[in-house]
């Protein structure tokens, strides 16, 4: 079955810096990779999500990448703010697998003023 | 995006009970799912609720721990059953329209068993 690793596991930026987050899988056959946020005490959110036959995708800040022949994907974060602080889970799916999402370990964000 | 809801929000049980958890959506939806995600751990899918039929369990799970309805294409139920202080995470669902599309999740319900 499909195996996501993501890295780091914690990441500490100052305010206005860029985060990058890193997540390789293991299931070429994948061809959905969601990036949802998570904030204490809540449900993942949904912020970017990006499909095998497009290489990059951006939404204001958040821009997400994804290399299919090293099979990785990346979350990229600009001009960090406060409210960006929380944890962000990557995932893998493929179509012939009804959706099912395959999630990373999460990665820890703090972004200090 | 749809609207989903989860009763109870949170819940404290004594072990060895069992617990009903509700999801509900403000639209018809295709796909529904179960997650759990244990205290500071990623999100580990339970089971695909099908409507009108049985659910569909992933490995390590089972209905007799976990039994699952779906009576319509906007309400689930999961239940933890004979729980035991193992069982303390969140539970989550999450809803989509087909396999291509997005999925969005719930609030969650935080149980802690004593």
């Known amino acids: ?113 | 995006s749809a609207v989903i809801s989860q009763k109870p929000s949170r819940d404290i049980c004594q072990r060895g009970t069992s617990l009903t958890i509700q999801c509900q959506v403000d639209s018809q939806v295709t796909m529904m799912f179960w997650y759990r995600q244990q205290p500071g751990q990623s999100l580990t899918l339970i089971a695909t609720a099908n409507q009108g039929s049985e659910a569909t369990y992933e490995s390590g799970f089972v209905i007799d721990k976990f039994p699952i309805s779906r009576p319509n294409l906007t309400f689930s139920t999961l239940t933890v059953s004979n729980m035991s202080p193992e069982d303390s995470s969140i539970y989550l669902c999450s809803v989509g329209m087909d396999p291509r599309d997005t999925q969005y999740f719930g609030p969650g319900t935080r149980l802690t068993v004593l």
Do not use: M
């Open chain 1, 1 to 113: 079955g499909e195996n996501v690793e993501q890295h780091p596991s914690t990441l500490s930026v100052q305010e206005g810096d860029s985060a990058v987050i890193k997540c390789t899988y293991s299931d070429s056959a994948s061809n959905y990779f969601p990036w949802y946020k998570q904030e204490l005490g809540k449900g993942p959110q949904l912020i970017i999500d990006i499909r095998s036959n497009v290489g990059e995708k951006k939404d204001q800040r958040i821009a997400v990448t994804l290399n299919k022949t090293a099979k990785h994907f990346s979350l990229h974060i600009t001009e960090t703010q406060p409210e960006d602080s929380a944890v962000y889970f990557c995932a893998a799916s493929r179509t012939d697998s009804w959706g099912k999402l395959q999630f990373g370990a999460g990665t820890q964000v703090v972004v200090t003023p």
